[in-house]
C-alpha cells in the first residue's frame, strides 16, 4: 500500500521556523520526485517545492526561493522541507505527493500519490 504522511505543521508567529517531513512508503522512492504543494482557504493548490529522487535535482517557487530547503534521506525514504522566514501568507494546508515527472512538478496532474496533509499557521 502507497503511503505518504506529513509531518511537522503547526502554530508559529511570523519569522519562526518549521520543518515538515514526508514518508513515504510503498514504491520505490528512488524513482520518484517528491514534491510539496500548499493550499490556502479558497485558494488553489499550488506546487511551492520539488526534489528529485533519483538525482537530488530541487525547484522551488518562487515565493519561497531563498526562505524554503528541500531536502531528503533516500535511506528513510523521507524528504523535509525547512520552512524559515515565515510569513502570514504561509499558512495553508501542506501536502507532499509523489511524481515520476519532476520537471513537470508544478502540475498536479502529473502526481500519482498525495498525501493527506498537515496544516501550516502562520501568526501576525
Known amino acids: 500500500e502507497v503511503q505518504l504522511v506529513e509531518s511537522g505543521g503547526g502554530l508559529v508567529q511570523a519569522g519562526g521556523s518549521l520543518r515538515l517531513s514526508c514518508a513515504a512508503s510503498g514504491f520505490t522512492f528512488d524513482d520518484y520526485a517528491i514534491g510539496w504543494f500548499r493550499q490556502a482557504p479558497g485558494k488553489e493548490r499550488e506546487g511551492v517545492s520539488c526534489?528529485?529522487?533519483?538525482?537530488?535535482?530541487?525547484y522551488y517557487a518562487d515565493s519561497v526561493k531563498g526562505r524554503f530547503t528541500i531536502s531528503s534521506d533516500n535511506a528513510k525514504n523521507t524528504v523535509y522541507l525547512q520552512m524559515n522566514s515565515l510569513k502570514p501568507e504561509d499558512t495553508a494546508i501542506y501536502y507532499c505527493?509523489?511524481?515520476?515527472?519532476?520537471?513537470?512538478?508544478?502540475?498536479?496532474?502529473?502526481?500519482?500519490?498525495w498525501g493527506q496533509g498537515t496544516q501550516v499557521t502562520v501568526s501576525s
Open positions: 505527493a509523489a511524481t515520476r515527472y519532476g520537471s513537470r512538478w508544478r502540475i498536479k496532474a502529473w502526481y500519482d500519490y
Open positions: 526534489i528529485s529522487g533519483s538525482d537530488g535535482r530541487t
